[in-house]
């Protein structure tokens, strides 16, 4: 890990360094988008032909029946499950659930007025694809991020692909209740996801989190195919002045793991601590080959010179993970994916059993959007009703903007029922 200040000798680079920071995001997604372009063409254009075709050739299928898992073999892999494991598995779910239960927005109405009543529906969209990886590490607890708050929702078809699943992650989806499961990944898997294919069928939408192939597919069909957003590696950022070192460093290299582009970064105020963090992450990761790797590459000690300055690049940053000391410094939490206050919560378990979603934005989206959640499987439906009076008594004004704007049309769908609603006897 670099360990570099805010003030003082370099601190031009530093700056310039913090600037490419906050404009990191897509650039990598150009070096692949070549490829994915082809096989999401390709998809498209021929079908199953062409998804067999990569499913073979890069998903290692010899047969075109092993494309869908079926019910009994995620049963097989439940049944064959650890049973310690299995209590992990329905804790976590039960924790999830009950997150994205308390997520989930109402339907509502409300007399705005007299004569005029607005409101909103809640209704699930039809169906969705929840993308798992499963590259360097199994991971079952992304399909429980991305199905259950689907099933919350109320999504009819609920559809998991995944390459070269693990048992826990086929067990994981017989648990859930999961029907719908196919054994291809990449590029190729996103597109039969969004156009459709007789052994894929189209769904509405596609979330989760992948490689860049993955990653840079979703980007290009996500004029025809609704996404959750585009997921780069992960990041982490502390920010502390208090924390202890070897729990700081432990969750810098347990987010490090993840990928050898993984982002682990340290902000403190304090320069003994930066020292301390920069030893303990040295020392934790000796025998963690990809930690290693990323925190030599990515990883970044930041001591700034005052605690403002240490907010304010905190903001900045807008981290997809985000470790601040105690709850009062929620008061200026501005930009991350998820939050973690304090020593005790360590970040691995907002991966796996908090609740909140572990599918959060990278690339500087904190900015903009929070993590996956319940809200991104439903739409939210307006609701107008206006009774003659309240078509009287706002009508006229409606009809001025519209005349104002010069769309007559608009004008005279009001101006009409104004008419109607003068004539004797009208009162409603």
């Known amino acids: 890990m670099k360990l570099i200040r805010t003030k003082g000798r370099g601190a031009q ?11 990191r995001g897509g650039a990598a997604l150009d070096t692949v988008l070549p490829a994915v372009r082809r096989i999401v063409t390709d998809v498209r254009k021929r079908g199953d032909r062409a998804l067999l075709q990569y499913a073979a050739q890069l998903d290692g ?30 804790t ?4 999830i659930r009950a997150f994205a239960k308390r997520q989930l927005p109402a339907s509502w109405s409300r007399a705005a007025r007299p004569g005029l009543v607005t409101g909103q529906l809640v209704r699930p969209i039809p169906s969705v694809g929840c993308y798992v990886p499963s590259g360097r590490h199994p991971l079952p607890s992304t399909l429980l991020m991305t199905a259950i708050p689907a099933q919350v929702a109320g999504v009819e078809r609920i559809v998991a692909v995944s390459p ?3 048992p826990e992650t086929l067990a994981a989806a017989h648990m859930l209740g999961i029907t719908e499961f196919y054994r291809v990944g990449g590029a190729h898997a996103v597109a039969a996801l969004a156009y459709g294919t007789p052994s894929l069928p189209r769904v509405s939408k596609i979330v989760g989190p992948g490689n860049l192939y993955v990653t840079a597919a979703k980007r290009l069909v ?77 990883g970044l000690i930041l001591v700034a010179a005052s605690v403002g300055e240490a907010r304010d690049l905190t903001n900045r940053i807008a981290a997809e993970h985000l470790t601040v000391d105690t709850a009062a410094d929620l008061e200026w939490v501005r930009n991350a994916g998820s939050v973690f206050v304090g020593r005790w919560s360590a970040q691995p378990m907002g991966d796996y059993i908090s609740g909140p979603n572990h599918t959060l934005p990278t690339g500087g989206m904190a900015r903009v959007r929070g993590g996956l959640s319940v809200n991104d499987f439903v739409k939210l439906i307006t609701v107008q009703e206006y009774t003659a009076q309240g078509m009287r008594d706002l009508g006229p004004h409606a009809a001025l903007l519209a005349q104002a704007e010069g769309l007559t049309g608009h004008a005279a769908a009001i101006t009409t029922r104004l008419r109607t609603t003068r004539k004797k006897g009208v009162r409603s």
């Open 13 to 23: 680079q530093t700056q310039a360094l913090l600037a490419a920071l906050e404009q």
């Open 61 to 90: 299928l010899v047969s075109p029946a092993q494309v869908r898992i079926t019910p009994a073999e995620m049963a097989a892999a439940w049944d064959a499950l650890d049973p310690a494991l299995r209590k992990a598995l329905t």
């Open 92 to 95: 976590a779910a039960a924790q």
């Open 164 to 166: 070269k699943p693990a």
């Open 222 to 298: 996500a004029f025809d195919c609704a996404i959750d957003m585009l997921a780069g590696p992960t990041e982490i950022l502390v920010t502390s002045d208090t924390g202890n070192p070897a729990d700081i460093a432990s969750d810098l290299v347990a987010q490090a793991e993840h990928d050898p582009e993984a982002l682990a970064i340290f902000l403190t105020t304090r320069t003994d601590l930066a020292r301390a963090v920069l030893a303990e992450t040295k020392r934790q990761s000796r025998d963690n080959p990809i930690a290693r790797e990323s925190l030599s590459r990515n």
